[in-house]
């Protein structure tokens, strides 16, 4: 199995934060800057550490091997240390002057070291006397990023402010300056042949300009958080960014368009780098992790790792025929529920389908987005009825009444909305919460509504006149989504205190407490009510109640995640159950009992191609390869032994 691939690489799990990585020139190895100044050195053929260099005290925050790929250079907020390859000894250290140090750089020819950091100026270093011989001035607030031009006559670097900036090396004078309008400018890059230069900002943008002249060119929202890192691919044909939305994105460099997603952080990504081949790239993350995508190999198309965007919401049509996902590109996908062929897609309309909702007789899908507004469509020809206007802030849910006759909708603004179904005409603005509502359901008989707040609250509403009741109020506690049970006896709800809590709703009491080991953010009760199953970070906890009806237990925890469980919704008359994902992917999965256990099975998924697996454990594994025994001891299918069976 040595030339097999799964599809994905082993991820190396770091001590702490990873704020930076990068190559050497000849990629047989990878240098990991952590936050608490560690810095790890890797082989890149076993995925191994070969050293671990310590000196810093500080977050290491930039990295870069020298051309010969004898040194490496680190910065941090403490200092500048260049070091020794093959020895780990420093052999040359420079105290930060004026605050942290944000980003290094060795020129093309390793005769010099740029570095910039909070006071304003970029100096150039002689790496052979240790001396800072010239500086760059211009910029009028901390310098975030910078780079050298291919021919080692330029350096770019981009502020703090937002500006770009140009210099010549030889005159020390700044060139061009550049405004770009879209927040801090956080990274920027050159390709390879020096014309275009790339630029990342902290609204999310990414921006194509001529190296030349300072004419922009492509400009997009890449990301819904602000962009960490930027480069170009060796040949120049993609550009990846990194991003505090958890992602790495492949750009084609050209049209600036989406190529692929890479998802399976869990905390925002720091940097990503392309190896000097550009068969691989690695990403560094808050979530304590490195983690490396095969770009390229026999047999497997680069549109393998997921060209959808994240999900933000998935819904069964109620013949359960339909499984439908919300994506955070807008695109709203109908797929068979039994075999996962896709069907129509729609546009929702937003930048976002955060939210959605199929009415009771199956005519009519609503979708709110990253707005204040949801829009209600016909399901077969795809014509609006109406649109929903009236809230403040974003929305975050909408649902359907069981009759299909009303529409209640909750959002940032601290409100909940009903909603005539026939016409959108607005009935009640339903006042009490005192912070974001992220959570809403009606009861089975469609006479109240449960709602989950930041403020800590549950309420229950009357459909009739809008009254409320509190019916839990926890302080410093925030309840991030809730629903009833299908006969509607029971309330679930699920805290910030990484806790399920299953409430009698009349009389109001505490029945049972379901203890996760990460915050959940989604809850599902199976149609016939003896399940639970729970989205918790990047796994799904099934649970069933127990014989005598008065607890409940953990059966299942799927752990075959790569980004976090945000919704998931049960089949009708079925036990089978889907699951959205910041991966990209829509799974479906079912359940069958042997004994007294609940089995899981993957029915079909969609999105990123990453091994599954699940209730799989292989023994005395032969020539299985180093690579593809971690990959497998990393997702639980192997133990340590069958690995060094395999290496015999």
């Not at 940097?271 to 550009?278: E, H, I, K």
């Not at 505490?510 to 080991?517: A, E």
């Not at 409940?552 to 799927?558: E, L």
Request: glycine letters at 10%; hydrophobic letters at 40%.
């Amino acid at each position: 199995m040595e030339g097999v691939r799964f599809g994905e690489l082993p991820f190396l799990a770091e001590g702490g934060c990873a704020f930076s990585c990068a190559f050497s020139p000849d990629e047989n190895s990878l240098a990991a800057g952590l936050a608490n100044g560690d810095i790890n050195i890797y082989d890149t053929a076993r995925w191994t550490r070969l050293h671990a260099f310590r000196g810093h005290q500080r977050r290491v925050t930039s990295l870069a091997f020298s051309p010969n790929g004898r040194q490496l250079l680190s910065a941090s907020w403490d200092k500048i240390s260049l070091w020794s390859i093959e020895t780990g000894a420093t052999e040359l250290v420079l105290e930060g002057e004026g605050g942290d140090v944000s980003a290094v750089a060795f020129s093309p020819c390793g005769m010099w070291i740029a570095s910039a950091g909070q006071d304003m100026d970029i100096g150039l270093l002689n790496p052979f006397k240790g001396d800072t011989e010239l500086f760059l001035v211009g910029h009028t607030s901390k310098v975030l990023c910078l780079a050298y031009s291919p021919n080692g006559q330029s350096v770019v670097s981009g502020g703090e402010d937002g500006s770009i900036r140009i210099f010549d090396v030889d005159a020390a004078i700044s060139e061009m300056v550049w405004e770009s309008g879209c927040g801090m400018a956080n990274c920027v890059a050159y390709s390879p042949d020096g014309q275009r230069i790339v630029s990342g900002h902290g609204m999310g943008q990414l921006r194509i300009w001529d190296a030349k002249t300072g004419v922009g060119g492509s400009e997009w929202t890449g990301h819904a958080g602000g962009v960490n890192s930027v480069a170009f691919s060796p040949r120049g044909q993609w550009i990846a960014s990194s991003s505090d939305d958890s992602t790495v994105k492949l750009w084609d460099a050209q049209a600036g368009t989406l190529v692929s997603i890479f998802a399976g952080h869990s905390d925002r990504v720091t940097g990503a780098v392309f190896s000097p081949s550009g068969s691989r790239l690695a990403s560094s993350s808050w979530d304590k992790t490195v983690r490396i995508w095969e770009l390229t190999s026999v047999g497997t198309r680069l549109d393998t790792f997921g060209s959808s965007d994240p999900i933000s919401s998935i819904t069964y049509s109620p013949d359960g025929d339909t499984l439908l996902s919300g994506s955070d590109d807008g695109t709203v996908q109908q797929y068979n529920a039994s075999t996962g062929e896709p069907k129509k897609a729609f546009s929702c309309g937003f930048n976002q389908a955060g939210c959605i909702a199929y009415s009771p007789n199956g005519l009519k899908i609503a979708a709110a987005g990253n707005g204040n507004d949801v829009r209600v469509w016909d399901n077969e020809v795809g014509f609006d009825y109406f649109v929903l206007t009236g809230h403040t802030d974003k929305v975050n849910i909408v649902r359907f009444s069981p009759h299909g006759d009303l529409m209640v909708t909750a959002s940032d603004d601290t409100t909940l909305r009903l909603w005539d179904a026939s016409s959108g005409e607005q009935k009640y603005v339903l006042r009490g919460h005192t912070d974001w509502v992220r959570s809403a359901a009606f009861s089975p008989d469609g006479l109240q509504i449960v709602s989950a707040s930041k403020d800590g609250t549950i309420r229950v509403w009357l459909v009739a006149n809008g009254a409320s009741v509190v019916l839990t109020k926890e302080d410093d506690d925030w309840v991030r989504a809730v629903c009833f049970s299908p006969d509607g006896q029971l309330v679930a709800s699920s805290h910030q205190s990484m806790e399920v809590r299953l409430w009698n709703k009349e009389p109001f009491s505490l029945v049972s407490t379901l203890k996760h080991d990460r915050v959940v953010g989604c809850i599902a009760f199976s149609a016939c009510g003896k399940l639970i199953a729970t989205g918790c970070g990047h796994a799904v906890w099934l649970w069933g109640i127990t014989s005598d009806k008065k607890s409940w237990r953990s059966h299942v925890v799927i752990r075959e995640f790569s980004g976090d469980v945000v919704d998931i919704a049960w089949r009708p008359r079925s036990l089978e159950f889907a699951t959205g994902c910041r991966d990209g992917s829509v799974r479906v999965w079912s359940l069958c009992k042997e004994s007294i256990f609940w089995l899981e099975q993957l029915v079909w998924s969609t999105g990123p191609a990453v091994l599954s697996s699940s209730r799989a454990v292989i023994n005395f594994t032969k020539g299985l390869g180093h690579i593809n025994g971690l990959l497998l001891l990393q997702r639980g299918a192997i133990d340590d032994s069958s690995i060094w069976e395999s290496e015999e």
